[in-house]
Structure formats: C-alpha cells, structure tokens
C-alpha cells in the first residue's frame, strides 16, 4: 500500500534514494534531541542527588535537603504531561517538524539558565523558587519532545524493521545520560568545594551548545509521511486532544501502565539508587554517575536490540521479559547495593538499570506510536508517557525519599516498591493488543482492529516530485 509521502509502508525505501535520505535525517534529528532531553534530565536528576540540596536549600540540613532537591525533580515531571498536552496537540494539527523545533529550545533554554541562577546562601528563597520555575519550564518543553521523536521515527521507518528504528532515537537517551554520568563522575573527583561553589554551573551552561547542534538538524529535517498522507485525504483533526479523551482513553491507561516499570525504574536507579548508596551506604560520590555511565553505555546496544527482537517475536513477548527481568532482580540487587561494596555497587546498578529498564524501553518505541490513530497520535502518545513519568518516574525518588526516612533508611522497601511497578507493567502487557506491523495510516486505535474493518480513506499514490514538495 502506497503511503502518498517518500516513506513506503511496504518496504521498497531501500531503492528510493529520496526515502533513504530523509530517513537518516529523521533519524539523527531525533537522536541529538533525545540526547538533549536526556541530558538535561539526567544531569538535573544526580544534581538532585547530590548538588542541589546543600545549594538552594542550606537551612534544611542533609537529609530534608535531599528530599526538597528530589521535590525539585518530581516538579518538572508534574509540568510534562501539560506541555504534552499543550504541544501534543500542536503536532497533530500543524505537523511534527515545527513541534520538535519548538520543544527543543524551549527545553534546553531552561537548562542552560539553572547554570547561571544565584544560590539559598546568595538570594535566600528566591534561589528554589526560581529553581522550580526553570524546572517547571524544561519539563514543559520535554513533555512532547520524547513523543514527538518516537511518533516521528515510527511514521518513518519500514513497517518490518519499525521497532528497531523506532528505538534508534532512544539511543540518543543513553548518549544523553552517559555525558550527564560522565560530568558528575568526574565532579565526584575534584574537590568537593570547588564544586559547589562554581563548577557545578559548568554542565548547565553547555546546554547551549547541544540546543544549536539540535536546532540546526531540526530546521533542515523533513515532515512525517503520515502526517502528509493525513493532510492529503483532509483528515487532520482540528481538536485532538477533545478526540483522545473521548476516543483514546483505554488505549492511554494501557500506555500508562507499561510504562510504570520502565520510566519508574529508569528514575529509581538513576536518582534514588545513587543518593541511597551515596548518602546511607557510604559509596564514594562517584560510584553512582560511573554505575549510570556504564549502564547507559550497555543499554545503547540493548535498545536497539531489544528493539528489532520486537520486530521478529513481537512487542508484547519482548515487553514482558523485561517487566520479569526487573522483577527478578529487584530484590537481590537492593540487597547488594546496601552492602556498600564498591565494585558491587558499580556492576549492580549498572546491569539492573541497562537491562531491566532497557529491554522495556526498546519494545516500547515502536509500540507507543502503533496503539493510537493517525489523526491523533502525537497527542496519545505524549499523554501516555508524560502522565505515566509523573505517576511512576516523577514522583519516585521523592517517594523512596520518604520511605527511607519511615523505615529508618531500610532498602527493603525500596525493592517492594521496584516489585510494584513492575507486577503493574506485568499486567499491562497482557492486557495490551499486540501492535507489530500495524498500519500507521489508520485513523483508529490497535484496541478497535478487531471490529473495525474500514481503516482508512485509500491513499492518493503521488508521483516523486509531488512527494518531494509536500515533504520538503
């Protein structure tokens, strides 16, 4: 079936120059703002941890400081699922490319200021208070960045190999994540003053150079396919986000609970497993950053693996094997890193999160895109993963904040909440419809394909210099 644009749902793009060509832009433009998103979160999260507590809340002391740094976190996941909203919205009715442009500045602008705001000791409140309003600023403009990459590489790639492209971008989350591990790794080994006193600002401020990489790649990166094939049968919806809640909404929960387990996970073991082993189980500062740096480096293969297995066992199988993974290894590795052994702590923190969360994460990259419609699947999918990382990755390290303070800094309820996310995510993919190989130019959700039968209007097939206009 032609798609009316340069991306074929067959698999003829390898022969079309045109196709092959936009694909490696789509893909590259993705990656860089995944990596910047995941950047500027993961760097914002281990300062969290480690940084930000004694700098905008001194007259806490250690421990509440922590908590009021982790507050600080949940704060940018709780302004998400608004700007997913809000630019959700946007992409569905005026197209993917002007959305990713938009988020990509606004995300990384916020990051660079937190590199130039005054301190508790300087400012006295105002310091959190604008540490909160730069929070909740990146947080919006992160709130459909991530969607809008996995929407866009998913409408782009062939339909056969569409998970494991569809994960490629996500690869730029673990590129991301390594660079912020790496930074506060080698922070960990200067003097500990000079750090909070300046140094600390450095890795905010080199934001700005990531958000001009991006913006360039952006500005140059070509519309999704479907989204022109939408346009052209005159179906763009003109209230998406009215159309998702009164058409989406099983499909949302489903999204939702996936993502409990990975996003949930994801968060634990990079914010609340480092301030844990750092704080309550005498791990040097940089242990933890060195644990997330090699579990970022491993997940860059595991994605993408993860990711084409979809492609050849389905993604609901692969799915589920990392929900069990996750469950398996939470207990005994909470254990482990209680113990406060150095090398232990390193390869149980980095295997746990590489795997655990990543085998999920893989799967999930092109699943998310496959559940929901064409006319408004920019805005489901924002919606189900920035209201699933405010319930599950947003809050957790808050939450595993207060459980260490109640159970007098005891591991063990940490595992038991590790355990909960994932029986959640568990249950969801058996609830789930699996979505390999599903054509995206549907107008209606996986969750209907069994007692619908029309899908869409049939496709105009345009010649290549008509799809060369509308594209470019």
Same mark, same amino acid.
């Given at each position: 079936?032609?798609?009316?644009?340069?991306?074929?749902?067959?698999?003829?793009?390898?022969?079309?120059?045109?196709?092959? *060509?936009?694909?490696?832009?789509?893909?590259?433009?993705?990656?860089?703002?995944?990596?910047?998103?995941?950047?500027?979160?993961?760097?914002?999260? =281990?300062?969290?941890?480690?940084?930000?507590?004694?700098?905008?809340?001194?007259?806490?002391?250690?421990?509440?400081?922590?908590?009021?740094?982790?507050?600080?976190?949940?704060?940018?996941?709780?302004?998400?699922?608004?700007?997913?909203?809000?630019?959700?919205?946007?992409?569905? !009715?005026?197209?993917?490319?002007?959305?990713?442009? =938009?988020?990509?500045?606004?995300?990384?602008?916020?990051?660079?200021?937190?590199?130039?705001?005054?301190?508790?000791?300087?400012?006295?409140?105002?310091?959190?208070?604008?540490?909160?309003?730069? !929070?909740?600023?990146?947080?919006?403009?992160?709130?459909?960045?991530?969607?809008?990459?996995?929407?866009?590489?998913?409408?782009?790639?062939?339909?056969?190999? !569409?998970?494991?492209?569809?994960?490629?971008?996500?690869?730029?989350?673990?590129?991301?994540?390594?660079?912020?591990?790496?930074?506060?790794?080698?922070?960990?080994?200067?003097?500990?003053?000079?750090?909070?006193?300046?140094?600390?600002?450095?890795?905010?401020?080199?934001?700005?150079?990531?958000?001009?990489?991006?913006?360039?790649?952006?500005?140059?990166?070509?519309?999704?396919?479907?989204?022109?094939?939408?346009?052209?049968?005159?179906?763009?919806?003109?209230?998406?986000?009215?159309?998702?809640? *009164?058409?989406?909404?099983?499909?949302?929960?489903?999204?939702?609970?996936? *993502?409990?387990?990975?996003?949930?996970?994801?968060?634990?073991?990079?914010?609340?497993?480092?301030?844990?082993?750092?704080?309550?189980?005498?791990?040097?500062?940089?242990?933890?950053?060195?644990?997330?740096?090699?579990?970022?480096?491993?997940?860059?293969?595991?994605?993408?693996?993860?990711?084409? =297995?979809?492609?050849?066992?389905? !993604?609901?199988?692969?799915?589920?094997?990392?929900?069990?993974?996750?469950?398996?290894?939470?207990?005994?590795?909470?254990?482990?890193?209680?113990?406060?052994?150095?090398?232990?702590?390193?390869?149980?923190?980095?295997?746990?999160?590489?795997?655990?969360?990543?085998?999920?994460?893989?799967?999930?990259?092109?699943?998310?895109?496959?559940?929901?419609?064409?006319?408004?699947?920019?805005?489901?999918?924002?919606?189900?993963?920035?209201?699933?990382?405010?319930?599950?990755?947003?809050?957790?390290?808050?939450?595993?904040?207060?459980?260490?303070?109640?159970?007098?800094?005891?591991?063990?309820?940490?595992?038991?909440?590790?355990?909960?996310?994932?029986?959640?995510?568990?249950?969801?993919?058996?609830?789930?419809?699996?979505?390999?190989?599903?054509?995206?130019?549907?107008?209606?959700?996986?969750?209907?394909?069994?007692?619908?039968?029309?899908?869409?209007?049939?496709?105009?097939?345009?010649?290549?210099?008509?799809?060369?206009?509308?594209?470019?």
């Amino acid at each position: 079936m032609s798609t009316g644009s340069a991306a074929p749902t067959d698999l003829r793009g390898s022969d079309d120059p045109e196709y092959v *060509r936009n694909l490696r832009r789509a893909t590259l433009a993705s990656s860089v703002g995944s990596a910047l998103e995941y950047y500027d979160f993961a760097l914002y999260g =281990l300062a969290s941890a480690l940084i930000f507590g004694p700098l905008f809340f001194p007259a806490l002391g250690p421990g509440a400081g922590i908590a009021a740094g982790f507050a600080t976190y949940a704060v940018g996941f709780f302004a998400r699922p608004f700007g997913g909203l809000f630019f959700g919205a946007l992409g569905d !009715r005026l197209g993917r490319k002007l959305v990713l442009t =938009l988020t990509i500045g606004l995300m990384g602008g916020a990051s660079t200021l937190i590199g130039v705001l005054p301190t508790g000791e300087q400012i006295g409140v105002w310091a959190p208070i604008l540490l909160i309003l730069l !929070r909740v600023l990146q947080g919006f403009g992160a709130g459909a960045e991530q969607a809008g990459a996995t929407t866009l590489m998913a409408e782009y790639a062939p339909v056969r190999s !569409r998970g494991f492209f569809a994960a490629l971008p996500f690869v730029g989350i673990m590129v991301g994540t390594v660079i912020a591990s790496v930074v506060f790794f080698l922070l960990g080994l200067v003097d500990q003053q000079i750090v909070h006193d300046w140094l600390w600002r450095i890795p905010f401020l080199a934001s700005v150079i990531l958000i001009g990489v991006a913006l360039f790649i952006r500005l140059r990166m070509q519309e999704s396919p479907t989204f022109i094939t939408l346009e052209a049968q005159e179906e763009v919806s003109k209230n998406p986000f009215k159309e998702i809640f *009164r058409e989406s909404f099983p499909t949302i929960l489903r999204g939702i609970g996936l *993502r409990m387990a990975e996003n949930g996970g994801s968060a634990i073991y990079q914010t609340l497993a480092v301030a844990f082993i750092t704080n309550f189980a005498g791990a040097e500062p940089w242990e933890g950053p060195l644990a997330i740096a090699l579990g970022a480096l491993i997940g860059i293969l595991v994605i993408p693996w993860a990711g084409a =297995l979809s492609d050849r066992f389905g !993604r609901m199988k692969i799915y589920r094997i990392g929900a069990i993974v996750q469950l398996v290894l939470a207990v005994p590795a909470w254990w482990m890193l209680a113990n406060g052994n150095p090398a232990l702590v390193v390869v149980v923190l980095a295997v746990t999160y590489s795997l655990s969360v990543n085998i999920m994460l893989g799967a999930q990259c092109a699943t998310l895109p496959e559940l929901f419609g064409n006319r408004h699947r920019y805005t489901g999918v924002a919606i189900s993963r920035e209201f699933s990382a405010v319930l599950a990755g947003g809050i957790a390290p808050f939450i595993g904040a207060l459980l260490l303070g109640w159970f007098s800094d005891s591991w063990v309820p940490l595992a038991c909440y590790v355990l909960v996310l994932g029986g959640i995510t568990l249950w969801a993919t058996f609830t789930t419809p699996e979505t390999r190989g599903r054509d995206l130019n549907k107008l209606h959700d996986a969750i209907d394909d069994s007692h619908i039968d029309v899908t869409t209007r049939p496709t105009p097939t345009l010649s290549r210099r008509q799809r060369a206009s509308q594209v470019g």
